[in-house]
């Protein structure tokens, strides 16, 4: 029920930045995460943000380059990402539902996804 409108994928050289932002609408929720699916993989958990506590969640191969963040006046979520790496090469979507701390992580937890933004990384 939630609406999500993602922006700020691109191709960009390994090194690089890109800052990808989520806009949500509609009814309320409790967290927003982004996952990312390659070519071949399973999509997989990046990073998540839980509003009541604003606890925040990474996958360890991003751990210390990407970073969430939440702008509660604009209610959106925004993940930098920095030193990127040709294995960041993937469709990032992000996503938002009701949450627990145990759950972030999982995909099933969310229940409202955005389209996705394709985010290459060259080498």
């Known amino acids: 029920q939630v609406q999500l409108v993602e922006s700020g994928g691109g191709l960009v050289q390994a090194g690089g930045s890109l800052r990808l932002s989520c806009a949500a609408s509609?009814?309320?929720?409790?967290?927003m995460g982004w996952f990312r699916q390659a070519p071949g993989r399973e999509r997989e958990f990046v990073a998540a943000?839980?509003?009541?506590?604003?606890?925040?969640r990474y996958a360890d191969s991003v751990k210390g380059r990407f970073t969430i963040s939440r702008d509660n006046a604009k209610n959106t979520v925004t993940l930098q990402m920095d030193g990127l790496k040709p294995e960041d090469t993937a469709v990032y979507y992000c996503?938002?539902?009701?949450?627990?701390?145990?759950?972030?992580?999982?995909?099933?937890?969310?229940?409202?996804w955005g389209q996705g933004t394709q985010v290459t990384v060259s080498s």
């Open positions: 943000f839980k509003t009541s506590d604003r606890s925040t």
């Open positions: 996503a938002a539902g009701r949450v627990i701390s145990s759950s972030m992580t999982s995909q099933s937890a969310y229940t409202s």
């Open positions: 509609g009814r309320s929720f409790t967290g």
